[in-house]
């Protein structure tokens, strides 16, 4: 176990709907950090977060957008939601990307289906 | 160009042999972190074993250890003593840059066979 947890652990969706996913980092971790594994495309990097502010962008669609809360947990909205959007989410989260051995911990992942 | 090689999509190995997964990087950043990790069939990605570029020694954790070399941009993974519970998909990570935006390989699937 991590100590990064995700809800929800499955989500089943149709196409044109709006979710959102859910991420508590580790304790003490300030950096949560949104990945998209899906077959074709790997996994893929979408949106860093540090203390609240946005640090990093990765190639996140403009119909996804998250955020980081005061208490540093994250979601993630996906929002007009295509067949090509299910995949498996993680979230990461890590203490401070600034320091050189600063590691991420991933959470067990949020498997959206969009049918 | 590609950050992170993974020339190996699958590789198989006796129980109880060494394996090497190999794993090529590309950046300009003095520093970096190279990172990898391990996907069961579960589906969780585990962290593994990290290596700085400024760090002198190979990093080594338990039966994982790093071959880092520098000048040809390589990180391989080495796993010794393999065990049934190795079958997974490793990944290759790179970590460039202040806000630390990683990038991963493609990954390699480890097969062990009894």
């Known amino acids: ?94 203490v401070d990307p600034g320091v050189r051995t600063d590691t991420q911990y991933f959470g067990p992942g949020t498997r959206l289906t969009v049918l | 160009a590609q950050k992170i090689t993974q020339t190996q999509p699958g590789m198989f190995v006796q129980e109880k042999e060494a394996v090497t997964l190999d794993c090529t990087y590309d950046t300009s950043d003095p520093s970096y972190g190279l990172f990898w990790y391990k996907q069961p069939s579960s589906g969780e990605m585990i962290f593994l074993i990290y290596q700085g570029s400024y760090d002198q020694q190979n990093a080594t954790e338990g039966r994982y250890s790093l071959n880092f070399q520098k000048a040809r941009k390589s990180a391989n993974l080495v796993i010794s003593a393999s065990q049934l519970g190795d079958s997974a998909m490793y990944f290759c990570a790179m970590r460039e840059g202040e806000a630390g935006k990683s990038t991963f390989g493609d990954g390699t699937t480890l097969t062990v066979k009894p």
């Open chain 1, 1 to 94: 176990d991590s100590g990064v947890t995700q809800t929800p652990k499955h989500l089943i969706t149709a196409t044109g709907q709006r979710v959102t996913l859910r991420c508590s980092p580790r304790s003490g971790d300030l950096s949560v950090y949104w990945y998209q594994q899906s077959l074709d495309q790997g996994l893929q990097f979408l949106i860093q977060y540090y203390n609240g502010e946005e640090r990093a962008k990765g190639n996140i669609l403009e119909r996804f957008s998250a955020q980081q809360f005061p208490d540093l947990h994250s979601e993630l909205n996906l929002s007009s939601l295509e067949l090509g959007d299910s995949a498996l989410y993680f979230c990461a989260s890590s």
